[in-house]
């Protein structure tokens, strides 16, 4: 029991010591000075002090001008709110518009990009001939469609494509 005291004694003065608990009598016109005067919330007042919040509220709500100071401070908000609520849609909007855009320019470079590579799989023979069918000539004997003489190319070109 002796152990008990002796330790909530030590926990007692470093509060102490520490200024966090001070009588309320001083605190008084200090909450409301900094509440009327300084516009401070009631947690940031409490949090200053190193008192309760309900500390606070009880000093400040025996004050005539804590209603109708708690009503001007809720108008505030809400316009304040409206506003805030105002920018950030604008912004989105802003930021949608420009991610569509950007989404769709990387669609468009994408696809490009599989037309012009061929993708994953190699482009087939007959669609390489529809590109260019100005290098090949129709052999109506084999069926099939022959690169042209004189005219140079890739390993990766077709000589001849089959049409049947």
Known sequence: MALLVSSYLKVVS?????????????????IIEL?????????????????S???????LQKDTRYLEEKEIR???NKSKNREF??????????QKSSDT????????????????SGGRKPISNRAFRDWNPSIYDF????????????????????????WK
């Open 85 to 94: 609520t105002k920018q950030y849609m604008t912004s989105k909007r802003k």
């Open 101 to 116: 855009d950007y989404a769709i320019l990387k669609k468009a470079h994408e696809q490009a990009s599989r037309e012009l």
């Open 35 to 51: 509440y009327f005067e300084n516009k401070l919330r009631v947690v940031d007042i409490a949090k200053y002090l190193g008192i």
């Open 139 to 162: 052999n109506s004997k084999s069926q099939s469609y022959v690169l042209k003489r004189g005219i140079v190319v890739g390993s990766d070109v077709p000589k001849r494509i089959n």
């Open 14 to 30: 470093k509060k102490l010591s520490r200024g966090s608990l001070k009588p309320m009598r001083s605190n008084k016109e200090l």
């Open 53 to 59: 919040k309900s500390a606070v509220t009880q000093v």
């Open 74 to 76: 809720k108008k505030e």
